[in-house]
C-alpha cells in the first residue's frame, strides 16, 4: 500500500470547493435566513458547542453593527496602504452586518498558539478565516457574550486588512468596545 501525504495545498482545495458547493446550494436559504438567526459553519474537528457559541456570538456582534456608532469602529481603522475599513466596505457594496457573513470560521484547539495566553479568536490581515481556540472561545461566549461578540468584530477588522502592532490587540478591542458596548 503506498503511503499518502496530504499537503496544505490540497486541503485548501478540498476546503474552498466544499464551500462553493455549500454556498450554491445554500444561497436560496441564505437571501431568507436574517443575519442573526443563522448557524455558523466552524470547520475542522467538529464541536458542536462550539459551533453553537460561534453561531451566538456572531448573532451579538450583528446586533450591535445595527448601531450607528458601532459601525464608525470600520472608520477608525485602515489597512496597511491607509485605505479606511469602511471605504473597503463601501467598495466592495458591503457593511459591517453583511460582511459577518463572509467570515470562514474553523476550530484550531490543536493549534500551539491556542496554548499561549488569552487567545481566543485570531485572523490573518486580509485572509478569511478564523480561528476559534475552541474551549477558550467557549468559555468566553458562556461567561462574558458581549465580550466574545466584539472579539468577533475585532477579527472582522483584521480580515478586512487591519494589522496589529499598532495597534495592539489590546488596543483594537478597546476601541470596539468603547464604539460597541460590552
Not at 443575519?35 to 451579538?60: F, K, M, N, Q, Y
Not at 450607528?68 to 469602511?86: K, M, T
Request: glycine letters at 10%; a neutral charge.
Amino acid at each position: 500500500m503506498v503511503g499518502r501525504k496530504v499537503s496544505a495545498a490540497a486541503v485548501n482545495v478540498a476546503i474552498s470547493v466544499s464551500l462553493l458547493v455549500g454556498a450554491s446550494s445554500l444561497s436560496g436559504e441564505s437571501m431568507r435566513t436574517p443575519l442573526e438567526d443563522r448557524r455558523v459553519s466552524v470547520l475542522g474537528p467538529r464541536d458542536p458547542r462550539l459551533v453553537r457559541a460561534v453561531s451566538l456570538a456572531v448573532a451579538e456582534a450583528v446586533r450591535r453593527l445595527d448601531s450607528a456608532e458601532c459601525r464608525e469602529v470600520f472608520s477608525d481603522f485602515a489597512d496597511a496602504s491607509g485605505v479606511p475599513l469602511a471605504a473597503k466596505l463601501e467598495a466592495d457594496g458591503q457593511d459591517g452586518r453583511s460582511f459577518l457573513g463572509w467570515l470562514i470560521f474553523r476550530n484550531g484547539e490543536r493549534e500551539a498558539f491556542c496554548d499561549r495566553g488569552a487567545v481566543a479568536l485570531a485572523a490573518d490581515p486580509g485572509g478569511r478565516f478564523v480561528t476559534v481556540c475552541g474551549s477558550r472561545f467557549f468559555e468566553t461566549q458562556v461567561s462574558d457574550p458581549g465580550y466574545a461578540a466584539a472579539l468577533v468584530i475585532h477579527e472582522e477588522l483584521h480580515v478586512l486588512g487591519l494589522g496589529e502592532n499598532p495597534p495592539s490587540a489590546a488596543q483594537i478591542t478597546a476601541r470596539v468596545i468603547a464604539r460597541c458596548g460590552r
